[in-house]
């Protein structure tokens, strides 16, 4: 049976009449978070029946929560295959509130969701690539990560959340179920999340890049580039050989950008690889007439990782060389640092002690 968090709207009033009806479902299911059809009141009996017979609304579960010192709490879900995914809320900003108790502005939060069960990508540096691929999620299993995190921590209704597909796995490599879960995402009688909220991260499946910018779902795109020629960037995501980072750069040139926003090239800076000024000089040079920003990303180390975290006076070298030359540059702030928040490790932790125990 399939999950109803799998269907868009449309689909779901072919087979659900009359029409309001799926309104007031998608108003339950999204806006109420309710997980359970007999809660869903102002729906008629025997409707609620035929949901129960032909959907599943609760198979996944919340499998365990770490919660770092800074606020970001990790996610891991089990799916109902037994199949687990991490998910992650970051806390952006805290809640402003001024000596009478009046909130001056409200927190904002990001989370950060998974794609696949695993990647087919094999980055070397990359803890998800460590256990290959296992499957593509469905758009329900996608959509479901925000559901359960906003219902978890009484995220409000109409507060909004910015959502990344940094999680595990390659957005692009799980197309028609990625621009499922945006249009659900985006769906006013629903989550309402705007597509400016939204960022596909990508190692660079440039075709599909294209695919993508054809749609156009208003989705900001995230490159995760990490190195400026293609010989090394080879060794760090394989798949380059595919494509190359000629082709991702033309990709990026059509893909339809915010007049407000910019494309977010990630630069993941591992020690004595790809942290020296040489790199950032060609990273200026190609970025060279795209409307760009950079995210410096220290290498988070994991157990058996051959590469090493760079040292801070680098990478601040690194960002003030691309900063002086007019390239907007971040370092992405290292959150949730005492849970291992980088996607995969959560998970792999989980796998090793079911491993010890069976
Ligand atoms: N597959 C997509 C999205 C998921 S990976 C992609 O590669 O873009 C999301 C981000 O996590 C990528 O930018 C990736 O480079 C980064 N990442 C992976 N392993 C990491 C590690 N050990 N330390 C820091 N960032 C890492
Ligand atoms: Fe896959 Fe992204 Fe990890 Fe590479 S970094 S293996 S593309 S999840």
Request: proline fraction near 2%; charge should be positive; charged fraction near 35%.
């Given at each position: 049976m399939n999950l109803i968090y799998d269907y868009l709207d449309t689909e779901l009033e072919e087979s659900i009449k009359p029409k309001f009806r799926v309104k007031q479902i998608y108003n339950w299911l999204y806006k109420k978070y309710v997980n359970n059809f007999d809660e869903m009141k102002n729906l008629p009996k025997n409707l609620k029946e035929e949901l129960k017979d032909k959907f599943e609304i609760d198979n996944i579960k919340i499998a365990d929560i770490q919660e770092a010192s800074d606020g970001t709490k990790k996610y891991l879900f089990k799916l109902s295959d037994g199949h687990t995914i991490e998910t992650v809320l970051l806390k952006m900003k805290e809640k402003v509130?001024?000596?009478?108790?009046k909130v001056l502005s409200g927190e904002k939060f990001t989370v950060c969701i998974s794609s696949q069960v695993g990647c087919k990508v094999g980055c070397s540096f990359c803890f998800t690539a460590k256990g290959g691929f296992i499957r593509n999620l469905s758009a329900g299993e996608i959509v479901y990560q925000i559901l359960a995190i906003k219902r978890d921590n009484n995220i409000v209704e109409n507060k909004s959340v910015n959502i990344v597909y940094m999680g595990m796995g390659e957005p692009l490599d799980n197309f028609d179920n990625l621009v499922k879960s945006i249009k659900i995402f985006t769906n006013l009688d629903g989550l309402a999340i705007a597509p400016r909220r939204q960022t596909i991260s990508t190692s660079g499946l440039s075709s599909?890049?294209?695919?993508?910018?054809?749609?156009?779902?208003?989705?900001?795109?995230?490159?995760?580039?990490?190195?400026?020629?293609?010989?090394?960037?080879?060794?760090?995501?394989?798949?380059?050989?595919?494509?190359?980072?000629?082709?991702?750069?033309?990709?990026?040139?059509?893909?339809?950008?915010?007049?407000?926003k910019r494309v977010m090239f990630e630069y993941l800076i591992i020690?004595?690889?790809?942290?020296?000024?040489?790199?950032?000089?060609?990273?200026?040079?190609?970025?060279?007439?795209?409307?760009?920003?950079?995210?410096?990303?220290?290498f988070n180390p994991h157990e058996g990782s051959i590469y090493q975290r760079p040292t801070n006076k680098k990478v601040n070298e690194f960002q003030e060389f691309l900063h002086n030359r007019g390239l907007l540059c971040t370092i992405r702030e290292s959150k949730g640092i005492d849970i291992d928040a980088a996607c995969g490790q959560l998970r792999e932790k989980e796998l090793k002690e079911k491993r010890l125990f069976t």
């Open positions: 509130i001024d000596k009478d108790g599909k890049i294209e695919k993508l910018g054809k749609l156009n779902l208003g989705v900001n795109i995230a490159i995760s580039l990490h190195a400026v020629d293609d010989e090394l960037r080879e060794e760090l995501i394989p798949m380059n050989r595919a494509y190359n980072i000629k082709s991702i750069i033309d990709a990026i040139k059509k893909y339809p950008i915010d007049e407000r020690k004595d690889v790809n942290d020296d000024l040489a790199s950032a000089k060609k990273l200026v040079k190609l970025l060279n007439g795209i409307k760009a920003k950079v995210n410096l990303i220290y």
